[in-house]
């Protein structure tokens, strides 16, 4: 099969497209014929060498595709199917964990279901399972205008509570338009200025921005960060949580969340779909830390 491997670490160079072995399909996997992957910062991080990983490797966790063969029970040959990815996402095939991907909705494209997976679990995860957002409450997303983030703000509004999302100046619109109540514009205002009684926030970003979220949360609130170190001291001093989050994979999230978008609730922001060859300006965009949505990388299938 062709795909995009890595050999070593380093700039987006170092991912290469070419002949590699079709995985080997485990017990309680499948194969799946890839259509549609996307990428997330994790992948470069990984190319960068942040995070080990084992070489040679193919990047890439989210994929949508066509099941071509089953050692799992519930997926047979042909299903249509959306995921995590067990041996790379940047390929022709791919296998997967039954427990990590779930059935793609007839009305979701496979552009569309890549997109969902990684981000989707992560929003859902660090609301409603770690935050445990009820209606009535007020949210703050930092990052709202990213894969995860644009997902958080819409997922909050589900729940019935209140949105506020912190981004710069040009996702204002674009996060307003997903729902959102308010919107902080971190290029111009201090958010802990700015927002003083949010329940829960939930940091997509990192850095400077997760203890710079603290001033906005009420007392007895949480701070959800999927982004680097929780500031727990700082936090303990506000009688606040805050706790990091991993993502989980779980099939049944999978499947809700694509039921919301297919039936229109929830929309799948697509920055750019790409062919699998450009997967090197993909991950320079990713890096740039300031994608809209998500970028997509798609397969002639
Ligand atoms: N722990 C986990 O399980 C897990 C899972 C998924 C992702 N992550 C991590 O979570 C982070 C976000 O992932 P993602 O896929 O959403 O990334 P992304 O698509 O690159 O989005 C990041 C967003 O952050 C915004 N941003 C940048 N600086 C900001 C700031 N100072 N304040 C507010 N917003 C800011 C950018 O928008 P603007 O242009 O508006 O600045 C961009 O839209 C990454 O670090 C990723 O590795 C962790």
Redesign the pocket.
Known sequence: MQAIVMHETGDPDVLRYEEADRPELGDGEVLIRVHAASV???DW?YRRGFVETPLPTVLGNDISGTVEASRADGFAEGDRVFGISASGGYAEYSTASAAAIARKPEAVSHEQAAAIP??GL?AWQALLDRGGLQGGQTALV????????HLAVQFAKLAGARAIG???T??RDFVLGLGADEYVD?TQQDVGEAVSSADIAFD??????TASLLPAVREGGILVT???APPEEAAREREVRAE????SPKSEQLAQIAELVADGDVRVEIAEAMPLTDVKRAHEL?ES??????LVLTLAV
């Open positions: 997330n910062p994790v991080k990684v981000a992560t930092a990052g709202a205008g990213g894969g995860v983030g912190v981004g710069s040009r996702n971190y997509a970003v990192g850095g400077d921005t999927i982004a680097g990091l989050m991993v993502m990713s830390g300031h994608v809209r949505g998500k």
